[in-house]
């Protein structure tokens, strides 16, 4: 029997517990490793469970109708669980998120709308809840012949919680990111994304700037990325400047005026590497400076 690569990858060095025979210990079904691909890497897994809720999982949260794939737990205080349900992934995630809410779990802060380079990987664009120190993300993605898997990552902190973190940097934490004009930028068809990122830059003319990042796994070429990307920009009320290539190197300038009546101007680049389904791509966005020649 060949062995999945999820036990390859993630379970090599954990104990594998599981209410089925201890033959079927060797191997994790094809469904829960599905469900569970998409996990954040960085940590070793201490226990992989096949057909029920790994230990340190908190009652009451598993959602209606779901049948238990299995799960993985960290450590004392994190786990991961995952289901399969009956319903369409939004469906299944509404509904469960609608009975969390009724029991005690709540957003850390106001929704906020994402932006910069999206992930295209639906089982990583999460939502957070909290109850207390306690913390629990949702994730669903399409099961095969219909249905959805759900996956929940559940972490308590012992010190100072997450969720406690998050709710201290609202609303001020993230304004100087707020301000800056970078809309929600999804990726093309096929491609993989393997990191995505974004930042305040520093200040300068009284306001900051920012800047989002990606990594994508994908055939098309630089060229193409700037095109599909742009496209989107546009449609946010960039306009665009001709792009400037290189054979792995391509470029586009963008102008915005805002709301306020101030201008930005935003870089738009992407980098093919040789030989390589790798591209990295950057929008930085700053306040496009004062054309008085004093400053």
Not at 24 to 51: D, F, H, K
Not at 113 to 124: S, T
Request: charged residues 15%; positive net charge.
């Amino acid at each position: 029997m060949r062995t999945p690569p999820l036990l390859v990858a993630l379970a090599v060095p954990a104990i594998l517990t599981a209410s089925p025979p201890a033959a079927a210990q060797n191997s994790i079904p094809a469904e829960l490793a599905t469900a569970l691909v998409a996990m954040p890497t960085g940590s070793t897994p201490e226990q992989i469970v096949v057909g029920r809720i790994p230990n340190g999982f908190p009652a009451g949260v598993a959602p209606a109708g779901g049948r238990v794939l299995g799960g993985i737990a960290r450590d004392t205080s994190s786990a991961v669980a995952a289901f399969a349900v009956p319903q369409a992934p939004a469906e299944a995630t509404a509904a469960l998120r609608q009975a969390l809410a009724e029991g005690g779990w709540s957003s850390p802060g106001d929704p906020r709308p994402q932006r910069g380079f999206i992930d295209p990987n639906p089982m990583r664009n999460m939502g957070f809840l909290c109850r207390g120190a306690e913390m629990l993300s949702t994730a669903a993605a399409p099961a095969p012949g219909g249905g959805a898997y759900v996956r929940l990552d559940y972490s308590r902190a012992r010190r100072m919680s997450p969720c406690a973190m998050m709710r201290a940097a609202r609303p001020g934490g993230m304004a100087p990111w707020d301000s800056v004009p970078i809309p929600a930028l999804t990726a093309p068809e096929g491609a993989t994304a393997l990191a995505t990122g974004s930042g305040v830059l520093p200040a300068s003319f009284g306001r900051s700037g920012a800047s989002a990042s990606t990594r994508l796994r994908t055939d098309q070429s630089a060229a193409a990325l700037v095109q599909h990307y742009a496209a989107q920009l546009r449609a946010a009320g960039w306009t665009p400047a001709p792009a400037a290539a290189s054979p792995t190197v391509v470029a586009q300038a963008f102008r915005m005026r805002g709301e306020d009546g101030k201008e930005w101007f935003g870089v738009l680049t992407a980098t093919a590497f040789p030989d390589s389904p790798v591209r990295d791509l950057s929008f930085q966005v700053n306040p496009l400076p004062p054309t008085d020649p004093s400053f």
